[in-house]
């Protein structure tokens, strides 16, 4: 069975086999697929590439709502600031988990043929 990145991510399955669960509690990362047995927790900082992930969902999840504010709400743009960062502290469990298994994914995917 294949599976496309974007159904994988949000399925939370491994690149490798799309049986295994990357996550097995909201954020807790298996160490190893328990399908296939291959290794998630790779060496120390292997994830931090995720955060480039993560900075771009935060960003883009940020925009409409500065537009709608601003433009329709009218706000001041302290108080937009202010519900944009409410916003992604909110999101980052969110934004941790998706762009931790989009890195995973990412990862195999440019590596699979070489
Ligand atoms: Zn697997």
């Avoid at 190893?32 to 995720?50: A, H, I, M, T």
């Avoid at 709608?68 to 001041?76: N, P």
Wanted: with cysteine.
């Amino acid at each position: 069975m294949n599976m496309g990145i974007i159904s994988g991510v949000f399925k939370n399955k491994c690149p490798y086999c799309y049986q295994g669960d990357v996550f097995k509690g909201f954020l807790t990362m298996n160490k190893r697929c328990p399908s296939c047995d291959q290794v998630f927790l790779k060496e120390e900082g292997y994830y931090l590439g995720s955060m480039i992930a993560a900075y771009f969902f935060s960003a883009f999840s940020v925009i409409p709502v500065f537009v709608v504010g601003a433009f329709y709400f009218q706000l001041e743009i302290n108080l937009l600031i202010l519900i944009g960062s409410i916003q992604v502290i909110v999101l980052s469990p969110i934004l941790y988990r998706y762009s931790t298994i989009l890195w995973l994914w990412l990862e195999t995917i440019f590596t699979k043929n070489t």
